[in-house]
């Protein structure tokens, strides 16, 4: 059973703006995330589209935005499109459900998802991955985050507002076996520890999945 979507998306409707105010510039106090930012660029250099899946008040749409990427953003909660819409004018933000992409198979060069599945079960993790394989093109990048743990918060504050949901930690193997079900061949997890006093201290993992290109027999 998964975690109601209305749930995620009305928690995200609430605390929009404190999230906002909260996260927005957050990778400017980040190192591992500004390298790992600057590596995914280079690695994605002038394709196209790039997608931020999950893209909130949009700080990592910027970030990539500024490094010359021509990138845009997605998010279930239409006021967390309101805040990134407002914070970049220049950006094309845009409603929608990363479980249920509504784009084309093998249509997109690159996807980033900084924290998105945060709130989802490990059925919705794997569906998750599923649809980020089937729209990347041959050769495409996904590059996704997560905190590391066994265990889930139940959290009825957040950012001094009321609410009722679920934060979940994966474990690396888990990742790593999702990522090999959904058809991801080259796969790379950089684990680090947290960074006290900047965020919730836990520890994080980014990863980077390229979509194998499928190679014509002779
Ligand atoms: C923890 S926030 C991360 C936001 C931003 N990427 C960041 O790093 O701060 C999770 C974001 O994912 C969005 N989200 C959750 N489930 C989603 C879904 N099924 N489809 C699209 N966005 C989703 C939420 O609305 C929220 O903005």
Redesign the pocket.
């Known amino acids: 059973m998964g975690q109601e ?1 209305n749930n ?2 009305r928690m ?1 409707d609430t605390v929009a703006q404190e ?1 906002a105010e909260a ?1 927005s510039g ?1 990778h400017d106090k980040k190192p591992k995330d500004q390298e790992i930012l600057h590596r995914f660029s280079q690695e994605i250099v002038e394709r196209r589209p790039v997608w ?6 949009g ?2 749409t910027e970030y990539l935005k500024n490094l010359g990427i021509q990138i845009s953003g ?4 239409e006021k ?1 499109l309101e805040q990134a819409r407002t914070i970049h004018p220049e950006i094309h933000f845009r409603k ?4 249920e992409l509504e784009f084309e198979n093998d249509s997109i060069a690159g996807a980033v ?4 599945i ?3 079960t490990k059925e919705q993790v794997l569906k998750t991955f599923r649809e980020a394989f089937r729209v990347l093109q041959p050769g495409g990048i996904f590059l996704f ?1 997560y905190h590391i743990g066994e265990e889930t918060i139940r959290l009825d504050e957040f950012l001094g507002k009321k609410i009722d949901i679920d934060f979940m930690f994966f474990t690396t193997d888990f990742i790593s076996s999702c990522l090999k079900k959904s058809g991801f061949e080259k796969t790379e997890i950089i684990e680090r520890e947290p960074y006290p006093g900047v965020e919730y201290e836990s520890r994080r993992a980014y990863v980077f999945a390229t979509k194998p290109v499928v190679r014509k027999s002779p």
């Open positions: 979507l995620i998306e995200y999230y996260f957050e931020d899946f999950g893209c909130g008040p700080q990592t997605l998010d279930l909660s967390m929608g459900n990363i479980l998802a900084f924290y998105a945060v709130h989802f985050t």
